[in-house]
């Protein structure tokens, strides 16, 4: 997840387009797959799968450049045809473009980089804007990458735009990966195959329920909001110290999702505790910490958010 700087809202319809086109495009060039996202007003989620990349053909470099530079532009370092005749005579020179190209490829960071300023660039030139857009580095989290963990985030994710009032369903927010699998684009249908495949869904028909039937609980047949509003849920977990349906709890601010580190099985967020620590300077690992508030079907995470953890 990335925010504009201060949280200013900036995007509207047209500028929400241009930044979903580009996650899709990027996503392509970087061999990611986009499982679910969400463009909101001043920040946009994404939830990502980074396949394990294998050693890429010169053909299939050349095909994913084009995808990201379809025409010369200014992000263009080097014409195509001239990148192609380079590689083509081999040697240094050759190894040196196919090692750049690739350090690009199958990495989060490098995916949010060029996203990121991509995105600044369009977006400064179409409003005679100039100076940063972006707040100070995106949040990420690593999520175990099947079954409940992958599903309660997607919709985490998707529930956005119901969360910020702007819709009572996210099939009818057109800047979310729900809606686009919905609307039948095949590459939102594939990630929310995915998402759901580890539950027995392999066609977009039964993984739709599935998320359908997550996101709105048994109220899953109806459209809007169960009964219970974010207020009151809100006055029940924080006042009351009660416990909450996964669909209610999904409808408030969740920091988990944002600031948990590291989302999964108590198992699953224990095998990455080390590696955590040793990145962060640390000498001991963290613990690993159940998420509270309801029944999250035993969902760990590194960071406890003892407090404040809905709002």
């Given amino acids: 997840m990335t925010r504009t700087v201060n949280g200013e809202l900036l995007f509207h319809d047209r500028e929400k387009e241009m930044l979903r086109k580009m996650l899709w495009q990027v996503a392509e060039f970087c061999g990611a797959e986009i499982l679910t996202y969400c463009v909101m007003s001043n920040h946009f989620h994404v939830l990502l799968r980074i396949p394990e990349q294998s050693l890429l053909s010169d053909v299939e470099l050349m095909r994913r450049y084009k995808v990201l530079y379809p025409k010369p532009t200014k992000f263009q370092s080097a014409s195509t045809k001239v990148l192609e005749s380079q590689l083509q005579a081999d040697g240094e020179e050759a190894d040196e473009i196919r090692r750049k190209l690739r350090a690009r490829m199958g990495d989060v960071s490098e995916f949010m980089k060029t996203v990121k300023q991509r995105f600044s660039v369009w977006y400064n030139r179409n409003n005679n804007r100039y100076g940063t857009l972006w707040a100070d580095r995106f949040k990420s989290v690593l999520v175990e990458g099947a079954g409940n963990p992958l599903q309660t985030m997607a919709a985490y994710i998707d529930l956005n735009s119901v969360r910020a009032g702007l819709v009572n369903d996210p099939k009818d927010y057109r800047f979310c990966g ?43 047949a109806e459209t809007g909001l169960p009964d219970m509003k974010r207020e009151r849920a809100l006055k029940v977990l924080n006042e009351d110290d009660g416990k909450l349906p996964k669909a209610v709890m999904l409808r408030c601010r969740v920091r988990y999702f944002t600031d948990g580190a590291i989302l999964g099985s108590a198992e699953f ?43």
Avoid: C
């Fill in 178 to 220: 729900y809606a686009e699998a919905v609307a039948g684009v095949p590459e939102a249908k594939r990630g929310l195959i995915h998402v759901w495949s580890d539950s027995g869904a392999k066609r977009i028909d039964s993984a739709l329920r599935a998320h359908r039937m997550l996101i709105f609980g048994k109220h899953a």
């Fill in 269 to 311: 967020v224990r095998n990455f505790t080390e590696a955590w620590a040793m990145e962060r300077g640390r000498k001991h690992p963290p613990k690993v910490n159940a998420m509270v508030g309801g029944d999250w079907g035993g969902l760990s995470v590194i960071q406890g958010l003892r407090r404040n953890v809905f709002g």
